[in-house]
Structures are given as C-alpha cells and as structure tokens.
C-alpha cells in the first residue's frame, strides 16, 4: 500500500500522533489564506464563490493520499482559475445552464491529461515550455487577470471580448462612469494590503538583522503582535475588514455588490458525464485541457522544488497526485488546482513536513462549507478583486525581461512574442505561439552554430583554441584545424561545409602561409549526434578534399559518434572516416624510414598531399622504397 500511497509509509516510520501534531499548525495557517484566495480565484474563473470552497475541499483529500510533497499546498490557483473562465467563454453558444458543468468537465479532462503523463513517465514534459514562454505569458495573464477585475474595481459593466487587451481597453475606458462606493471599498482594500505587505517585509529583514540586537531584548506590544498577524493573513484580514465595511453601508441603504446567500453544506455531485450537451463540446475542451495540465503541473512543481530541501519529489508521482485530484474534484463540483506558491511558503514556513497538512486543511474547508458559510453573504467583489490584483502583480517577471535583454536578445524577442501574442490573441494561442517561435529561435541557432578554427596555445601541453578569442594561438602549418560546438544534423550540415571550404579558399590564396593547406582537422568534442545528413556531408566533404590532395581526419569523437561512424560504414560499405586521439597526432601522424633513389634515408609522414605528388614526380615513383626494399606509392608519403 505505501507504494502507491506515500502518506502511509510516513505514518508508519515516523507514528501517527507525530505526523499530525507537525501538521496541525501548517494546516491552520493555510486554512485562513486558502478561504479568501478560494473565493476570489471562483470569481476570477466566473463561477459562484462557493466553488472555490469545493474546490478547497475534496481535492485536498485526493492530493494527500498520493502526493510525494510534504510542503505543496493544493487548491485553486489563479492562472487556472483564468484559464477555465477563458476556455469556456470561447466556446460558442454557450447554453448559460451548462457553464458551471463544461468547468466541471474541463476540470476531469484536465486531471485525466495528467494521470496519464504521469503514467507515462513524462514528468519533464513542461519543459517543452521554455523559461521565456512561461516568463511571457505568466506577465501577460497577471495583466489580463487584473484587467478582469476592474470591473469589480470601478463597478462597471464591462462586455465580453473575444481578444484580452479588448477588455483592459474597455475598463479603462469606464474609469470616468466608476461608482464611487465600489471605488472607495477597492482602494481601501489595496492601502491595507499594501501597508501589511510592507509592514511584514520590513519586520521580516528586522528579524534577520543579528546585528539588531538591542531589540531583541524589547518585548513587542500587543498592537505590534496583532499587526503582524493580520500582515501575515493579509488576505483574510483584509476581507473581513471588507464584509464589515459593506455590512455598514447596507445597513445605511447605500448599495454594495457583494457575494450575496451562498448554499450551506456538501454539494450533489456533479452530474457533467450524464449531460449530452455537455459531452458534445468535449472535443472542444481537449487542447485548453491539455494546455492547462501543462501550465498547472509546472506551476505545483515549482512550488515543491522550491520548498523541497530533500528533494524526494517525484515528478511523475506528482502528476499522478494532482491530476486525480482534479478528476475527484471533478465530480464534487470543484474548478481546476494544482499547487499554490503562495500558500505553499505558509505551508513551508509553518513546519509542513508530510501531505497530511492538506488533509487537515480540506476537514477545515469542509467545516466552513457545513458551518460558516453564511459568514461571506456581506463579502463585497470590489475586495476580492483587490486581494486577486495584489496576489497577481508578483507573477509580472520584469526581471526576466532585464535578463534575457541583456543575455540573449533572441530570448527577449520569444518573452516579447509571448506576452504581445497572449494579449493579443488569447491565452491558448500566445502559448502556441511563443512556444512556436522558442523551438524556431533553437533551430537556428543550431543551424549556425559556433565554429571556430582553432590555433596551438603552447602551455604546459599543446592546447587547442579558437583563434579569435586567444590571441596567442598559432595556426599550424599547412593544416587547418575546425571545431563544432553542436551536433551536426540536416539543419547546420551544410553551413558546416560552405565554412571549411570557405577558410580553405581563405589559406589557399594567401601568401602568408608556405605552401597549400593539406590537412585538414574536425574536432567533434562537442558533437554529441551526427545524424544522416552530417554523414552524407562528411563522406562528400571527405571526397572533395582528397580529389584536391587534403586529408581529412576526426578527433575528440564520443563513443556514440564512434558508433554512428561505424554503422555508416556498414551500410555505406566504405572507409571508415580517419580517426585521431589529439589533434596534435592527427597533425603529426605515423613515421616510417625510406630510402630515395638507393641513397638518402629519411623520415616521412604517411599522408597523401600535392607536395607528395609534386615531390614523386621528381624523383619517380619506381625509385621510391621504404627500408625494406618495398615501393612506396603516392598515398603513403610526405617529405620532411
């Protein structure tokens, strides 16, 4: 059983009453930021609050039995929560009584997509999103999501528009027709959010100064105390605060949008697999579905593995844990989850060592489903989208534009791309496309690849190294010497060649050098696959430089090109490419003593060169014997 559940291996290692004592606290903690989180992402993903709280509950209980984190605190997140309301608002003709199923149906799919990656063993499929697609889009949902709250914000009706900048541009444009109470609620709400965030910040580096030592000694004032604990559930602070504001001004006759009677108790299952309606659109939901296991997985992953100091998280596990979650869930009228950043720290920070904590918070949701839900009738939308903008602002990766403007500005084009992409046209398709132009932007980088001519740095030992960047290499003599510092395939196989022909046409015309280049040298250090079309090129390469007197001749090659090699050899039935140690022994290669004309011994290089030729023809091949007395033909010398 505890390999299937690890929960229970942990339980019997460690005791039961030890494993929830240390979750008890965490679970506390969390339970007061997950209830207002909860009910403003239901809003973000235009449903009714209450199913923020299902989605609180039940799939917490799921995560806690097959989840391999002990800090990952699961429940409604606000990237998904935007991504179902947009799927479902991009579906045409929308019968009004079958959203909250197709949510429902969204969800399942969703968890089904990621049991099945898991099962699968592709864990590492998120890194088909690169860091610059997630930096790109994550800024431009944080923009849209704040963008559709402005209308609770301003209190304004905003229409439905198909692209997300339409919306930003029309709440905007409602900032002259705002209502003066709603207004007023949401800025007061962001001056306390704001104060509390800076206030725990600032007392937070206090706490770390070790120098600050006369405070330590000062005993904090219940006023200091109590601030820091509304700082530290900010959200939940700030919400009350909000129900007790709104609760005022209605009982004054002034009108305040607020949540309104919410249901009481644990809700009918969902009855989504049963509506044939619903089922219909199915086929619609599978690519926004699949998007959104991607984007969640990655988000819950990041949060385990920032928090995991062990690191026993096991992605596939993890996949598993999460997307049934979502398929229970599903059937208990819950929106998407995945792990939170934000109460997973609480959930760290409080001493969460097993997934028991969600258990724990999930009976705590529960309790405020059977018990106190009448409590959030008087809590205004104006705060819940103030405590949605606040949370939301964090994900705005304006660093990571600074970084990849001033490191690679290929990477800064693919951020870009994204961000304007997903504003622009859509969330699914800023992601298409970002993710599009990220694979484009590495096949050209690896279609020019580096390929420096190296030059000999003498040092302790011979040592090889591109020319341009070490000014006191030397170029060899009457050899050329190239590495490729990329795999060689169908994409750069040609530019590769053009290169080599090119330097060669460069040394051949100059004056500088003392004869023609003759050798040839490929350093394949770097090259970790060569596929068809390198071999093709290189047995073309090849035959080309030996029709013009050139040796070619590989070194560095790993042991999978070795076997690339020697299969190429196989089925091209042909000679093997000429294979080297060093460099430097492919420049110098074997010596043999010969005699020349029966009277002058000497040493030659067995390489086949146009000196050689040259040199043959003068003294005639027939007189030509190595010591033994054997003729030495063309193919096997070069005069020293």
Same mark, same amino acid.
């Given at each position: 059983?505890?390999?299937?559940?690890?929960?229970?291996?942990?339980?019997k290692?460690?005791?039961?009453?030890?494993?929830v004592k240390?979750?008890?606290? #965490?679970?506390?903690?969390v339970?007061?930021?997950?209830?207002?989180?909860?009910?403003?992402?239901?809003?973000?993903?235009?449903?009714?609050?209450?199913?923020?709280?299902?989605?609180?509950?039940?799939?917490?209980?799921?995560?806690?039995?097959?989840?391999?984190?002990?800090?990952?605190?699961?429940g409604?997140?606000a990237m998904?929560?935007?991504?179902?309301?947009?799927?479902?608002?991009?579906?045409?003709?929308?019968?009004?009584?079958?959203?909250?199923?197709?949510?429902h149906?969204?969800?399942?799919?969703?968890?089904?997509?990621?049991?099945?990656?898991?099962?699968?063993?592709?864990?590492?499929?998120?890194?088909?999103?690169?860091?610059?697609v997630?930096?790109?889009?994550?800024?431009?949902?944080?923009?849209?999501?704040?963008?559709?709250?402005?209308?609770?914000v301003?209190?304004?009706?905003?229409?439905?528009?198909?692209y997300?900048?339409g919306?930003?541009?029309?709440?905007?444009s409602?900032?002259p027709?705002?209502?003066?109470?709603?207004?007023?609620?949401?800025?007061?709400?962001?001056l306390?959010?704001?104060l509390?965030?800076?206030?725990?910040?600032?007392n937070?580096?206090?706490?770390?100064n070790?120098?600050?030592?006369?405070?330590?000694?000062?005993?904090?004032?219940?006023?200091?105390?109590?601030?820091?604990?509304?700082?530290?559930?900010?959200?939940?602070?700030?919400?009350?605060?909000?129900?007790?504001?709104?609760?005022?001004?209605m009982a004054?006759?002034?009108?305040?949008?607020?949540?309104?009677?919410?249901?009481?108790?644990?809700p009918?299952?969902?009855?989504?697999?049963?509506n044939?309606?619903?089922l219909?659109?199915?086929?619609?939901?599978?690519?926004p579905?699949?998007?959104?296991?991607?984007?969640g997985?990655?988000?819950?992953?990041?949060?385990?593995?920032?928090?995991?100091?062990?690191e026993?998280?096991? #992605?596939?596990?993890?996949?598993?844990?999460?997307g049934?979650?979502?398929?229970?869930?599903?059937?208990?009228?819950?929106?998407p989850?995945?792990?939170?950043?934000?109460?997973?720290a609480?959930?760290?920070?409080a001493g969460?060592?097993?997934?028991l904590?969600?258990?724990?918070?999930?009976?705590g949701?529960?309790l405020?489903?059977?018990?106190?839900s009448?409590?959030?009738?008087?809590? #205004?939308?104006?705060?819940?989208?103030?405590?949605i903008?606040?949370?939301?602002?964090g994900?705005?990766?304006?660093?990571?534009?600074k970084?990849?403007w001033?490191?690679?500005r290929?990477?800064?084009?693919?951020l870009?791309?994204?961000?304007?992409a997903?504003?622009g046209?859509?969330i699914?398709?800023?992601?298409?496309?970002?993710?599009i132009?990220s694979?484009?932007?590495?096949?050209?980088?690896n279609?020019?690849?580096?390929?420096?001519l190296?030059?000999?740095?003498?040092?302790?030992g011979?040592?090889?190294?591109?020319?341009?960047?070490?000014?006191?290499?030397?170029?060899?003599?009457?050899?050329?010497?190239?590495?490729?510092?990329?795999?060689?395939?169908?994409?750069?196989?040609?530019?590769?060649?053009?290169?080599?022909?090119?330097?060669?046409?460069?040394r051949?015309?100059?004056?500088?050098?003392?004869?023609?280049?003759?050798?040839?040298?490929?350093?394949?250090?770097?090259?970790?696959?060569?596929?068809?079309?390198?071999?093709?090129?290189?047995?073309?390469?090849?035959?080309?430089?030996?029709?013009?007197?050139i040796?070619?001749?590989?070194?560095?090659?790993?042991?999978?090109?070795?076997?690339t090699f020697?299969?190429?050899?196989?089925?091209?039935?042909?000679?093997?490419?000429?294979?080297?140690?060093?460099?430097q022994?492919?420049?110098?290669?074997?010596?043999?003593?010969v005699v020349?004309?029966?009277?002058?011994?000497?040493?030659?290089?067995?390489?086949e060169?146009?000196?050689?030729?040259?040199?043959?023809?003068?003294?005639?091949?027939?007189?030509?014997?190595d010591?033994?007395?054997? #003729?030495?033909?063309v193919?096997?010398?070069?005069?020293?």
């Amino acid at each position: 059983m505890g390999n299937v559940f690890p929960i229970v291996n942990i339980v019997k290692e460690r005791g039961a009453g030890a494993v929830v004592k240390e979750s008890l606290i #965490p679970a506390i903690s969390v339970l007061f930021l997950i209830v207002p989180q909860s009910l403003a992402y239901a809003l973000l993903a235009d449903v009714p609050p209450i199913y923020g709280l299902y989605s609180s509950a039940f799939p917490l209980l799921a995560y806690t039995l097959l989840g391999t984190s002990g800090q990952v605190a699961a429940g409604p997140v606000a990237m998904l929560s935007l991504l179902s309301a947009d799927a479902i608002s991009m579906l045409p003709n929308v019968d009004p009584a079958d959203k909250l199923a197709l949510i429902h149906l969204l969800t399942f799919m969703l968890g089904m997509f990621s049991v099945i990656l898991g099962l699968l063993r592709l864990g590492n499929i998120t890194q088909l999103l690169s860091h610059e697609v997630l930096s790109g889009f994550t800024t431009a949902a944080a923009i849209i999501i704040g963008s559709s709250q402005l209308k609770y914000v301003f209190g304004v009706q905003i229409g439905r528009h198909r692209y997300p900048i339409g919306t930003l541009i029309e709440s905007l444009s409602q900032i002259p027709n705002a209502n003066i109470v709603e207004l007023s609620i949401s800025a007061f709400s962001f001056l306390v959010l704001i104060l509390l965030k800076i206030w725990k910040k600032r007392n937070s580096v206090r706490g770390n100064n070790n120098n600050d030592g006369a405070r330590k000694n000062v005993r904090p004032s219940m006023i200091f105390k109590l601030i820091s604990i509304a700082a530290k559930f900010s959200a939940l602070f700030v919400v009350g605060l909000g129900s007790i504001i709104a609760g005022v001004l209605m009982a004054n006759g002034i009108n305040v949008k607020v949540v309104g009677k919410q249901p009481t108790g644990i809700p009918a299952p969902s009855m989504m697999l049963s509506n044939p309606s619903v089922l219909a659109r199915l086929p619609e939901l599978i690519l926004p579905s699949f998007t959104m296991a991607l984007i969640g997985f990655a988000e819950t992953y990041a949060a385990a593995k920032a928090y995991d100091e062990n690191e026993v998280v096991e #992605p596939n596990r993890e996949l598993v844990a999460m997307g049934t979650a979502n398929v229970v869930g599903s059937f208990l009228n819950a929106i998407p989850v995945a792990g939170s950043l934000s109460r997973t720290a609480v959930n760290a920070d409080a001493g969460s060592k097993t997934t028991l904590s969600n258990f724990f918070t999930g009976l705590g949701v529960i309790l405020v489903l059977l018990l106190l839900s009448p409590i959030i009738e008087y809590v #205004p939308y104006s705060t819940l989208a103030s405590v949605i903008i606040t949370a939301v602002v964090g994900l705005i990766k304006v660093e990571a534009f600074k970084q990849a403007w001033k490191v690679h500005r290929s990477d800064f084009v693919v951020l870009i791309m994204t961000l304007v992409a997903t504003l622009g046209l859509g969330i699914e398709t800023g992601i298409a496309i970002g993710a599009i132009v990220s694979i484009l932007n590495i096949i050209r980088e690896n279609a020019s690849p580096h390929m420096p001519l190296l030059g000999k740095v003498d040092t302790e030992g011979p040592q090889w190294r591109d020319i341009e960047r070490s000014p006191n290499a030397n170029l060899p003599p009457n050899s050329l010497v190239f590495r490729l510092d990329s795999s060689l395939f169908f994409g750069n196989s040609a530019a590769f060649k053009k290169k080599v022909i090119s330097e060669l046409n460069i040394r051949n015309d100059s004056k500088e050098d003392d004869g023609n280049i003759d050798n040839v040298i490929i350093d394949l250090t770097p090259v970790n696959r060569v596929d068809l079309s390198g071999l093709l090129m290189l047995s073309s390469l090849e035959d080309k430089l030996k029709a013009d007197g050139i040796a070619l001749a590989f070194v560095g090659a790993k042991g999978a090109v070795r076997d690339t090699f020697q299969r190429w050899v196989l089925a091209s039935e042909t000679d093997l490419f000429q294979q080297c140690p060093t460099v430097q022994k492919a420049i110098q290669p074997k010596t043999v003593d010969v005699v020349i004309d029966n009277q002058v011994e000497t040493k030659v290089r067995f390489r086949e060169t146009k000196k050689v030729k040259k040199k043959v023809e003068e003294v005639g091949e027939s007189k030509t014997e190595d010591s033994h007395g054997s #003729p030495i033909g063309v193919r096997d010398i070069e005069m020293v």
